[in-house]
């Protein structure tokens, strides 16, 4: 599907989040500035039992927070050298109990959840336009794409 501004893609952000539920992840994948921070951001503004800022997690790999969902934790994998690293950060566990966004899931190599719905964010034809793929291995997500609708 295609965003076409950021605004659309918060829009799609707010979307999901309907749909989400403790023991949930979301693997964000792109290259850096695709959106995938932004994404989450829009996400987490939507069910957050506090507003708050919401920083990208570059630097502290892991944040969490309290939402009216349950436990959240974003992280932000880019700076991990290998994926054992992941089993020091406790999200393992958290993939299991809280809901999980994950940026540069690669980082986390054959750890990642079978259940996980990946999120692609490509370069569109225009500077603000993403183009969004969504996809999954097990029937959790099947009815998403109808739900939250598409182009």
Known sequence: MTLHSPQDTGAMARRIATH???GDTLLLIGEIGAGKTYFARELLSD???VAEDVPSPT????QTYDSKLGEVWHADLYRLETSSDVIELGLLD???DAICLVEWP????EQAPVSALSLAFLAGTHDDE???IL???TARWDNLSNEIGHD
């Open 20 to 22: 989400l539920a403790p």
């Open 47 to 49: 069910i957050l039992l």
């Open 59 to 62: 630097f502290t790999i892991v």
């Open 94 to 96: 958290a993939f299991g």
């Open 106 to 109: 690669d980082r986390l190599g």
């Open 130 to 132: 993403r183009n969004l």
């Open 135 to 137: 996809t999954w291995q």
